[in-house]
Nanobody, 131 residues
Framework: QLQLVESGGGLVQPGGSLRLSCAAS????????IGWFRQAPGKERKGVAC???????VSADSVKDRFTISLDSAKNTVYLQMNSLKPEDTAVYYC?????????????????????????WGQGTLVTVSS
């Protein structure tokens, strides 16, 4: 069974940091693009950052310079380091694996529309930024 399992969410104060992890089970990230999406309460799902199959990174303008995506191939795990968190970063964060074109959602910050070149989704992890 192909699975993505996220962890690392929680409650953090504005200006704080969190690191999310996404571990693959039943497959490896070879040849996949891997991305992070988020969905705030009552809002549409949007792209945050991704690593393409050639291992280039793409980040949404709203998180550039604050969030960093990285891949540890040996651990088959993708990370999202989030710094200088703001209340508007509050959302459920989802890990996704699929084709390179999913980077479109990070480049444009357009709402995600299925299938959107995503083949596998994680279950999501909640990040709450609040004082």
């Amino acid at each position: 069974q192909l699975q993505l399992v996220e962890s690392g969410g929680g409650l953090v104060q504005p200006g704080g940091s969190l690191r999310l992890s996404c571990a693959a089970s039943g497959f490896t990230f070879d040849y996949y693009a891997i991305g992070w999406f988020r969905q705030a309460p009552g809002k549409e799902r949007k792209g945050v950052a991704c690593i393409t199959s050639d291992r280039s990174t793409v980040s949404a303008d709203s998180v550039k310079d604050r969030f960093t995506i990285s891949l540890d191939s040996a651990k088959n795990t993708v990370y999202l380091q989030m710094n200088s968190l703001k209340p508007e970063d509050t959302a459920v964060y989802y890990c996704a694996a699929g084709r390179d074109n999913l980077s479109y959602f990070m480049m444009t910050e357009a709402p995600y529309t299925p299938p959107g070149d995503v083949e596998i989704w994680g279950q999501g992890t909640l990040v709450t930024v609040s004082s």
